[in-house]
T-cell receptor
Framework: GAVVSQHPSRVICKSGTSVKIECRSL??????MFWYRQFPKQSLMLMAT?????????EQGVEKDKFLINHASLTLSTLTVTSAHPEDSSFYIC????????????FGDGTRLSIL | GENVEQHPSTLSVQEGDSAVIKCTYS??????FPWYKQELGKGPQLIID?????GEKKDQRIAVTLNKTAKHFSLHITETQPEDSAVYFC????????????FGPGTSLSVIP
């Protein structure tokens, strides 16, 4: 149980392109979803937290107009990197949690984004 | 805010030996401490967690201990196997914001056959 599916697993695109990443909870309702960014050999950096039906809460230093997050249903959240540039290249990982702060987060397998 | 430190950053053990990874946290209000295993190119996988009202929890070869007074928690892996090789992250749920989990910097564990 508690499977989180993230798609696509890898994206390579030209600078200036907008890229959408999907995160789905397959067998539970994800009241809260989280988006992380991970640089090589580093830990996970929380970018934003989203609750279903509400606007996302962004961490300090994360541009909300650059990283658009939508959490329109209890099983789907999307992250759109708008007008991506080479410095946006990274490993993006989502996680999902069902209702209740005692519930653990379950992670997707990440998206490797490479901007040329 | 919460800060989580983790040691060692790299750890090599012989197959069959035990591995111990230690973490400390700064926010005494933190009440939930998960451990994640991340294999290359994949997302983190929850392997065990412990809540602040428990001092120890065990699941087969994996155990976690928590010392709330010292704000320390540790992961113990016994009888290590090559497939245990991965990066392990400890984390603490930030007490003032129950939706936020802060991760440690990670430990790269190598189990040598």
């Amino acid at each position: 149980g508690a499977v989180v599916s993230q798609h696509p697993s890898r994206v390579i695109c030209k600078s200036g392109t907008s890229v959408k990443i999907e995160c789905r909870s397959l067998d539970f309702q994800a009241t809260t979803m989280f988006w992380y960014r991970q640089f090589p050999k580093q830990s996970l950096m929380l970018m934003a937290t989203s609750n279903e039906g509400s606007k996302a809460t962004y961490e300090q230093g994360v541009e909300k107009d650059k990283f658009l997050i939508n959490h329109a249903s209890l099983t789907l959240s999307t992250l759109t990197v708008t007008s991506a540039h080479p410095e946006d290249s990274s490993f993006y990982i989502c996680s999902a949690r069902s209702e209740g702060f005692n519930q653990p987060q379950h992670f997707g397998d990440g998206t490797r984004l490479s901007i040329l | 805010g919460e800060n989580v430190e983790q040691h060692p950053s790299t750890l090599s053990v012989q197959e069959g030996d035990s591995a111990v990874i230690k973490c400390t946290y700064s926010d005494s209000a933190s009440n939930y401490f998960p451990w994640y295993k991340q294999e290359l190119g994949k997302g983190p996988q929850l392997i065990i967690d412990i809540r602040s009202n428990v001092g120890e929890k065990k699941d087969q070869r994996i155990a976690v201990t928590l010392n709330k007074t010292a704000k320390h928690f540790s992961l113990h892996i016994t009888e290590t196997q090559p497939e245990d090789s991965a990066v392990y992250f400890c984390a603490a749920r930030w007490g003032t914001s129950y939706d936020k989990v802060i991760f440690g910097p990670g430990t790269s564990l190598s189990v040598i056959p």
